[in-house]
């Protein structure tokens, strides 16, 4: 764990004293419709955000990031879908790690209450002192979908978003106050309503209950931009009906001039690079 902290720049500085900086951490171990797998930390408190993809997959992938999963307290669930769910319940009997979803997502996967913990939407879950999470419900495909806020205790905050037909009220409030935000990039529209998709699936991914066009990540990022933003990530990129260059430049062109940070795309085959957010503004003692 202690290499992990060191390796990925969540220990910004350590001096002869024990003091060391400490960071909010986002790393996706992969991202798009055939898996999606990430890690948030803070201090020691690491929570694995979705689990899509094989349990011997997401073990290597842990591994390749120097984490045991001895490190992983607990894992959310954001919705029942395959990609999202595949194998939650399976690595948190074999791990011996917490299961967090809401009631809809546990009855579609058929577990049970005492195999998982029930949240509500819009209730914090504090994993531990150091790390919290805010489950912001969003529209989706006859699921009960959230976008994942988490917080640690120094109030940086970090968004994770993904599969949503269209923003809410609700949702840009909480990512007005975020540092750093992942979120889906799933199709650019001429390629999805040009391609070979039939037109009864062109209507859903495009709906209500479907995926974020690049025009619409760019018009949220751009209502919800704020100076302190430090990083964007564009996640859940379709590989038929989009192009990381297409997402990344619709996106650029709504938030370029109020944008400093920096700008990422998920791949399906991670772990991609970590961004840490709040590095050097507090010194803790080990
Ligand atoms: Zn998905
Ligand atoms: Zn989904």
Redesign the pocket.
């Known amino acids: 764990m202690k290499q992990y902290l060191e390796k990925y720049g969540f220990i910004d500085r350590v001096d002869i004293s024990g003091e060391y900086n400490m960071a909010l951490g986002i790393t996706h171990l992969g991202s798009g ?1 055939r898996g ?1 797998c990430a890690i948030i930390n803070s201090d020691d408190t690491t929570v694995m955000i979705d689990c899509g993809f094989s349990i011997k997959q997401t073990e290597k992938r842990l591994l390749s990031l120097d984490l045991n999963v001895s490190d992983i307290d607990a894992i959310v669930v954001t919705h029942h ?1 395959q ?2 769910s595949k194998s939650a319940m399976g690595v948190s009997k074999k791990w011996n790690t917490p299961l967090y979803c809401n009631q809809f997502t546990a009855k579609r996967m058929k577990w049970e209450s005492d195999e998982c913990n029930i949240f509500g939407n819009l209730e914090r879950i504090d994993i531990s002192s150091k790390l919290s999470i805010l489950p912001i419900p969003v529209p989706h495909d006859d699921s009960d979908n959230i976008a994942v806020i988490a917080s640690d205790k120094n109030n940086h905050r970090a968004a994770i978003v ?2 949503l037909g269209e923003s809410t009220d609700e949702l840009i409030k909480h990512l007005s106050g975020c540092e750093h935000i992942s979120i889906e990039a799933n199709y650019d529209n001429s390629r999805l309503m040009n391609g070979p998709y039939p037109d009864l699936l062109k209507r859903r991914i495009s709906g209500r209950g479907g995926h974020l066009s690049n025009e619409q990540t760019s018009e949220i990022l751009e209502r919800v931009c704020h100076p302190k933003l430090e990083s964007i990530v564009l996640c ?1 990129l379709s590989e038929k009906n989009n192009a990381p260059h297409l997402a990344e430049s619709e996106v650029l062109m709504g938030i370029d001039e109020n944008f400093f940070g920096e700008i990422a795309i998920s791949s399906q085959n991670g772990p991609d690079f970590t961004h840490s957010i709040g590095n050097g503004k507090e010194i803790l003692t080990i």
């Open positions: 419709s999606n879908h990609d999202h993904t599969d859940h």
